[in-house]
């Protein structure tokens, strides 16, 4: 019997990709030293837990726009490699004991400005590495550390597409004077082929790497990251970060067509594709014309995302259950608003854009696999970096609505 799959294999007449295949695991993210590294880790024992991790330390280097620890991050994790055990890590930060709605009002703050403290929610994810090594690891939590670090100590070439976006991100970068010191060269973008540096991540990472989560959310990191957020106007406590805690939850799922997709649940965002994908069952796209099929394509788009706008938030504070809106009766009557003759006056998205982080899958040969994001929300997050840790922050609070009574609130 094959060990391999049955593939549909590709017409070699025409330009595409051929299958990756591996007996002993396979990795995918969006650079090829991060790649290299998980490929080279599975190849001498670790696991997929470990290889994501050292992965990700990487991907801080490689792409620090899109990802750092800073930020925070969502996996769904399955040890056997089957469906029944699939499990979700939640890391994303909550916003501190000190907000409320309130204060935004009393301040005249009609919006959260992606460059604002305030924008910062507890960054999660270190604490979302450690829970994924504690529950999954199979190397030492400082052995993985060490293994990535040693990939990007002395710095990394900068590629052309990352510097494309630095050199778009060039003016965001000159606001903080530690961004501007660390992530310029010059007051300018790196460039193609230049070697970026950053030390003091590196120190910070060797820090944790000793000292697990805590030397993360307490001590010395802490109090840096909570003055810098404090003198900047922000209202963050120790306890915020002390007492921070990602959350372990059951995947939400959606069959379309042969396939089961699994998501994170709300507060994550993976319930639009489930909206995307049960409005386009409502329609026969094998029969359709190239442009009614991307027509009706982009109308399924712009319904899902207004239903996010309109529904989204903290299932912990929210009443209504996401999953309703899927439901055949409910999902009809927005198909039927779409036309074919012409486009749909809702608007694509109220909600800000954060099209910036990183992905990455991981498979190793006993069966694990992880799905993993790591995420700085917007590209160069909040453009808050923190002295003497190398820690860019992140901006995923700017999606929070300050419009009293919205889910999202």
Same mark, same amino acid.
């Given at each position: ?81 089957? /469906? #029944?055990? %699939?499990?979700?890590?939640?890391? !994303?930060? +909550? ?6 709605? *309130? $204060?935004? &009002? ?72 530690? /961004? #501007?010191? %660390?992530?310029?060269?010059?007051? !300018?973008? +790196? ?6 540096? *950053? $030390?003091? &991540? ?208």
């Amino acid at each position: 019997m094959s060990i391999f799959p049955k593939l549909k294999f590709r017409n070699f007449t025409s330009p595409s990709k051929s299958h990756a295949i591996s007996k002993n695991g396979i990795v995918a993210t969006s650079h090829p030293l991060a790649s290299q590294l998980g490929i080279d880790m599975l190849k001498d024992g670790a696991n997929a837990a470990d290889a994501a991790i050292a992965m990700s330390i990487v991907l801080c280097f490689v792409e620090p726009h899109m990802t750092g620890i800073g930020g925070d991050c969502f996996a769904l994790i399955s040890k056997s490699g089957k /469906t #029944k055990d %699939i499990t979700v890590l939640n890391a !994303s930060g +909550y916003t501190g004991k000190n907000y409320n709605l *309130n $204060y935004f &009002l009393d301040n005249k703050i009609k919006n959260i400005d992606s460059l604002s403290p305030h924008a910062v929610t507890i960054p999660g994810a270190i604490a979302g590495w450690k829970e994924l090594h504690d529950n999954f690891g199979a190397y030492k939590w400082k052995e993985i550390f060490d293994i990535a670090i040693d990939v990007v100590k002395d710095g990394v070439l900068i590629n052309e597409r990352v510097s494309q976006d630095w050199k778009n991100n060039e003016n965001k970068l000159l606001v903080n004077n530690e /961004t #501007k010191s %660390i992530f310029t060269k010059g007051h !300018s973008a +790196y460039k193609h082929l230049d070697n970026f540096k *950053n $030390y003091d &991540l590196v120190n910070t990472l060797k820090i944790i790497s000793e000292e697990g989560k805590d030397g993360f959310y307490q001590g010395f990191v802490a109090d840096n990251i909570l003055n810098t957020l404090n003198d900047l106007g922000g209202l963050h406590s120790v306890e915020d970060f002390s007492k921070y805690k990602p959350v372990w939850e059951r995947p939400i799922k959606f069959d379309y067509n042969k396939f089961t997709i699994y998501e994170a649940p709300p507060n994550g965002q993976g319930v639009v594709v489930f909206f995307i994908l049960e409005l386009l069952k409502q329609f026969d796209l094998k029969n359709l014309l190239k442009s009614e099929y991307y027509h009706i394509y982009v109308e399924a788009v712009k319904i899902a995302y207004s239903l996010r706008d309109q529904f989204l938030g903290d299932p912990d504070y929210q009443k209504l259950d996401l999953m309703n809106l899927i439901e055949e009766n409910v999902i009809k009557n927005y198909a039927n608003k779409i036309n074919l003759n012409h486009a749909s006056e809702i608007k694509i998205s109220d909600f800000p854009e954060h099209k910036d982080t990183v992905y990455l899958t991981v498979k190793d040969k006993n069966g694990m696999i992880i799905s993993f994001i790591n995420s700085l929300f917007d590209q160069f997050g909040s453009s808050i970096t923190v002295p003497k840790t190398g820690i860019l922050l992140h901006c995923r609070g700017k999606s929070f609505s300050l419009k009293a009574g919205h889910p999202n609130q």
